[in-house]
Structure formats: C-alpha cells, structure tokens
C-alpha cells in the first residue's frame, strides 16, 4: 500500500468515528466512561496486588505502635544498635493536647469520626469543585490517609504516579483503620508527621518551637504548629513568621466554623506569635557510622531477595534481628583510642597548624578566609572600616564548639578563632577487618556522628606511601629480588611534566636494596621502580587486591597521588595478610525474622588470588622491618608480643596520615586529615603518620594481644633477616652483586640470628641523615 493510499484509509476511519460520536453521543458516552471506570479498576487491582510497589498489610501495619522495630548484634550476640521507623518521640494519649485534636480535625479532616478511613463526601467535592468547576479546592484525603503517606512515604513513577499513590494510601487507610481505634489513629498521626527542619512529631516540634510539652501548649501555639502540616517550610514559624501567623488564623477561622471553640476563644488567640525557639542539639555518638554501613549493607542484600510475595525488607518496619561481625571489644579499643589521640592532636593542630600551598602563607590564608565571611561582606558593603571588621572579628565571647566524647560545649572564642576552628578540625577513621573471611570486626567512621556524617572509611583521600606495598609486589610478580639494589638519586622524569619526586628527608646518594626502599618509604627508589614495572601492570595488580577507585595511570601513584578509601586500602593489605588471597570485607553475618527464620547467612568465600605466596612471604617480611626498622619503627614502642607487619603513609604537606598493620588473621588501618587541604600540620613530624594515625591502629593492636585467648599470631619466614643490607654507600650497579657474594656479611647475619637476645643489650637502629640506616652489627658478649 502507498503511503497516500495509507492515509486515505486512516482519514475514513477517523470520519467514520466521529460520524458514530455524532449519531450516538450519549452510547458513546457512556462507552467512555465504562472505559474509564475498566482503566482505573484494573489500575485499583494492580495496586492492590502490589504490582507498583509493596502494599503493607495489616500484620506489618500492627507493628507501626512500636517504635524499635529492628535490632542490630554484636559478634557475642548482645544488641549494639537499633533501627526506629522514623526519628521521634513518642507521646501517650494523656500528653495529647486536646486543643491540637479539634484543630487538626477541623482543618485536615472534619469527618474523621464519621468515616472508616475514606471520605466520599469529600472525595465528590474534590470531583465536582476541583476537576469539573476548575476551582481547586484541594485533595480529599482523610487523616488516616495521610497516616499513610507520612509513614510509607512516596516513590516518584514515570507515569500515573498520583492515581496510583492515592489508591495505595486508600488501601493502606482502610486496612489501618481495621486495626486502630480514632484515638490510636490521632496519636499515630501526630507521632509521625513531619513539622518540617527534619522533625518528626509533635513531642520534638512542640520543644523546637516552643521549649514546651505538647500537653502545655496554649491554643495559639496548637493552631500555630497545626497550620505548619499544610507546607512546612513556607509556614515555619521561625523563617517565614508573617506566613505562619496568617495560617495560624485560618485554623483557627476553621475550629469556629466547626464549632470546636467559640469565637471569643479564637480572638483571644489572635495574639502576636511568641517563638521559645530552641536549636537542635545534636548528641554525641560513634555508632551512627557502623549502624549506617549496616543500613547500606542490608538495603543492597534486601533488593536482590525480596520475599515471597515480592515486598522488599525493611528494617525499619520488620522487626528483624541483624547479627553482625562487629567485635565490641575491639570496637571500644577503637574508640577510646581515637577520642585520646585525637584529643591531643586536634590540641597540636590548633597551636601549629600552616597553609603552605596558599601564597603568602597561615596570615594571607587567614586574610582570605576572613574577607569571605558573609558577615564581613556585608560589613564591608555597609562601608565599615578595617578597624571595625578588625574589632568585630577578635570581639570574644562564649561560643559553642565540639569536643570529642561529649558534644557541644561552650567555649571563649573570638569570631576569627570560630571560623578557624571549624577549618582545622581533623577527621579520622578506623577500620579493622578479619583478613581471612573479610569479616568486618571494627568500623569507626569518624570523630563523631552527631557532629559529621561523613564516613571516612569510605570516603576517598590521597593514600601516600601506604600505595608502595602494591607497586612492591608487582616487581616481586616480576621477579625483582628484595636484594637487588636501586640509586637513590634525584632525578627529573621530563616525559612525566619534569616530575621529580624527593625524599621527604632531602637526603640523597649511595643505593638501597628493595627491602630497604620500602622499609624506609624512599621516594627516588620507589619512582624508579614504578616506571620499571610499569604503570598498567600496577593498576592491574591493585584491581585484583579489590581496589575499584580510579587510579590515573601517572607513575605518582607509587607516592599515593589517588584518591582512595580506607576499606580499598585495608582490603588490599588483607590479602598480603592472608597470603594472597582476596576477600570481600562484610558486616551482616545473619538476618532473621521475629520467628526466628533465618533469612540470610553470610558464606564468605575467597575471590581469587592476588599474587604468588612466595612473593607474598617476602613482601610480608620486607613490611615487618617497617615497623623493626623504618618509618614505623615506633610501633616497637607499644610492647606488642607479636610481628606485626605495616605500612606508613603521609602525603604532600602533611596533610593526610596513615597507618595500617596486618597480623595473620586482622588488618587494623587509620586514615587522620582535615576535609580542607589547604590547612595542615606545619612540622612533618607531627603530620607524618607514623605520628597521628599509627597511635590509634597500635592500641587496638594493643588491646589485642593482652586476651586471655590469644587471637592474634605470628608470621613464619624462613629466615629473620635478607641476605643484604638496607642500606649501601656504593652504587646500585656495584651494589647488587658485592652483597650477593660478601661471605662476611652473610656469616655476621647468621651468627646474630643464632644468638639468643640478651635484654640488656639493645640492638637497635640509628636516624642517619634522617632515613633508618642500621648501625653496624653488634654482637652482645655472653
């Protein structure tokens, strides 16, 4: 058929319809309808099967009356956390204000008492004024309805979303209405609904706005808080107040017409709008962070097995019980390790803290930061001089700031010390996994969850030298020997932007052997043996460690120039610890429901092999004379009984410091950094992480080894010591075959490994040039 053909056929069957409308209107009409009422009772059914999302029913919406619906456990089985339907706090009917009833009946829904969850009265009304006459005279939904869309919320659908929501909440209000008295219902209502700046019922708003009980709010402060349901922001009455007083008295224009009080009671309301605001105050807390990993962990298990009818699990309405591999010993470890040290260091950064990446320095940092202070702006714009800003800005009085451990406190400050000290602040986070299931058995997100929300095990930051393990073990996969001896020169690599990577000491010449470069975290050799390797091959090796961040292919990555995460990081390091094996770090060891049916058991299994186990019992070694010898020798310090293995790292300008150390079965990493990295420790020393973040992984290390049942154990090496030093004064291409040949220095090694240790003898490493460099061997007099 041609195309002119094709429409001339279309055009007749349009005219022939349209004929058929002229000559019947009123069966085509009702066609239409009965069309109509087909589509939306399919639509109803659908919704009702649960075909658009789960319908709770009426053995799930029981449950609503407890606010504890999910209980979180320990690896010993006592409860750590719980999980609430909503943030609130619940009121009983006695603390009900009687005045909060009659306005919110009169206003949202005055045949509450009439209906069984769905007004038709209303829904007509909705019909005739609001799709018929155009008159928008607003939605039909009852309480009970809005029950219902308060508790179990919305979800944005490409198309019919409305209809759809509406027939749900309907079935939801009928099935409730089934279950709870009226009462029951006003009180579900009013311990649900939001009041806008993240509050949830009527206890915490009636506090927030009016420092006062439900119970003992007036009728003026009732409709007030009543007339905020309508648009929570736009009615506030903190921010927008004029809003707020105007539908104040629309509420209490409807408690008259509806005869819930006289007129003269809502004249004497009309008073001006009294505010007793009072700001959140937020608590102090350190497991907001692991309860939130769960949370994350049980939302991604739950959407891939739904339950039999298709519903998704939902810890805040099923009342499960989430075992988890948290280990509370090691969990408070962790914690009172991190509030110690980071009390003290936050106390160094305060007192030395520079921005040496800003030009000019701390002072034309500071300038900068000052002058773009809204406050100083609108100084400024208002034509205040430099002395003026100058006084408000060191005008002290007393200002809240927040200490670790116990929340906000307040404090003399001056304007300038207020903004600074929120810029200075330092952040920390602390993992410890099981390195040989991944099982995840400390997880400390940050300094504090009620003062920052940020997860600083999964946030990214730059990871410095405690990348070089990986770059290591690719030249050992490619047969690089831990004796074969690379100069330790300062070289500038054109093809790379005139890349120069510099020790942090600024001491050069002689040669290193590949343990001793990394025992010692040496910059020069490391780039060297970045670009000898190669870049992909290393890219490639930390994929299969289990890093999935970008990694830009520059050989600065050796130096830690990628942005990666704690638990990547700690991931990767778990298969050096294992022996090669790569594990899948987990929390949730098991689900069950209130019965008691298991719904998930972890199986963790190994994700393959990451390297050979010969190059990883050298690797292993070469990071335990990390902490004997090099850059975290002060591990030594903590009297562990036991041969930790590890890894340093501290980045450009001290602005990041890590630590992370593997025994066998755990691997313990910290991360410690400002979220600004313009600010920084001026001194290297107290940035390094050998200084802030090795502290907190040594005491949960610490705390470990004093069980009465030892959990922790020892690497095995053939021998104790490499065949060569760390360190050699000739160059590397002399180097490499003099110490495979020197008898006399093989000879001395395996005398000292065959003496017994004597105590009073210390056997210990001198700074020469600041890089750990072994005096010459001592052999005690027995």
Known sequence: MTPAAFQIKIANKTGRFFKYLRIHPFLSFGYLVLTGFAFVGILFICT???????????????????????????????????????????????????????????????????????????????????????????????????????????????????????????????????????????????????????????????????????????????????????????????????????????????????????????????????????????????????????????????????????????????????????????????????????????????????????????????????????????????????NEIHQYLQKTEMRKYWEIGKGFEQRQQTVEDSIISSLVRLHTGILAINSRSGAIMGYLGGIDYGFSQIDNVNGKNQVGSTFKPITYLTALEQGVDPCDYYDNSLRTYRKYENWQPKNSTGRYGGSYSLHGALTNSVNTVSAALQLQVGVSNTIKKARKMGITSDIPEVPSIVLGTAPLSLMEMVTAYASISNGGRLVKPYMIQKITDQKGTVLFQATPKYKGNVASAKNIKKLQQMMGDVLTNGTGAGFSNYGIPYNIIGKTGTTQNNSDGWFIACSPEIV???????????????????????????????????????????????????????????????????????????????????????????????????????????????????
């Not at 920084?680 to 020393?685: A, W």
């Not at 495979?740 to 210390?762: F, G, H, Q």
């Open 48 to 386: 009702y099967a649960g075909l658009f999302g789960h319908v709770p029913n009426e053995h799930e919406l029981a449950k609503l009356e407890n606010p504890v619906t999910s209980t979180v456990y320990g690896s010993d089985k006592k409860p750590i956390a719980y999980f609430y339907l909503q943030n609130r706090s619940n009121i009983d009917s006695l603390e009900l204000n009687p005045y909060l009833i009659k306005a919110l009946i009169a206003t949202e829904d005055v045949r509450f008492y009439e209906h069984s969850g769905i007004d038709y009265k209303s829904y007509a009304r909705v019909f005739v004024k609001s799709i018929l006459m155009q008159q928008g005279k607003g939605g039909g939904s009852t309480i009970t309805q809005q029950i219902a869309k308060n508790i179990f919320g919305r979800k944005e659908m490409r198309v019919l979303s409305t209809p759809i929501h509406k027939m749900r909440e309907l079935i939801i209000a009928k099935r409730l209405e089934n279950i709870y008295t009226k009462e029951e219902l006003l009180l579900l209502y009013f311990n649900t609904v939001s009041f806008g700046e993240n509050l949830y019922g009527i206890e915490k708003s009636s506090q927030r706005f009016f420092s006062k009980k439900p119970a003992k709010l007036n009728l003026s402060e009732c409709a007030t808080l009543v007339g905020v349901l309508k648009a929570p922001t736009y009615y506030n009455p903190r921010k927008n107040p004029i809003n707020s007083t105007k539908r104040r008295n629309v509420v209490l224009a409807q408690m008259v017409k509806n005869k819930a009080i006289t007129q003269e009671e809502a004249d004497a309301a009309h008073t001006e709008l009294a505010l007793k605001y009072n700001p959140a105050q937020k608590n102090s807390s350190l497991s907001g962070y692991y309860k939130n990993y769960v949370k994350i962990e049980f939302d991604s298990w739950a959407a891939a097995h739904p339950r039999p009818d298709g519903a998704i699990y939902n810890l805040e309405l099923d009342g499960l019980q989430v075992y988890t591999t948290l280990q509370p010993n090691l969990q408070r470890y962790a914690e009172r390790s991190m509030e110690r040290q980071m009390l003290k260091l936050q106390g160094l950064m305060n007192k030395n803290w520079t921005s040496k990446t800003t030009e000019g320095g701390k002072q034309a940092f500071i300038t900068t930061l000052m002058s773009i202070q809204p406050v100083v702006k609108k100084m400024m714009a208002q034509g205040k001089t430099e």
């Open 668 to 782: 313990i990493g910290s991360w410690v950094g400002a979220y600004d990295k313009r600010v920084h420790f001026e001194s290297t020393y107290m940035g390094s992480g050998a200084s802030t973040a090795m502290p907190m992984v040594a005491n949960v290390f610490k705390g470990l080894s004093s069980w009465k049942k030892p959990f922790l154990t020892n690497f095995k090496y053939d021998t104790s010591y490499f065949p060569c030093p760390e360190y050699s004064e000739i160059n590397a291409m002399e180097s490499t075959p003099y110490y495979k040949n020197d008898s006399t220095y093989l000879e001395s090694l395996r005398i000292r490994d065959s003496l017994p240790v004597d105590p009073a003898v210390e056997i210990a490493p001198i700074l020469i040039d600041s890089l750990a460099v072994p005096l010459p061997l001592v052999i005690p007099t027995t």
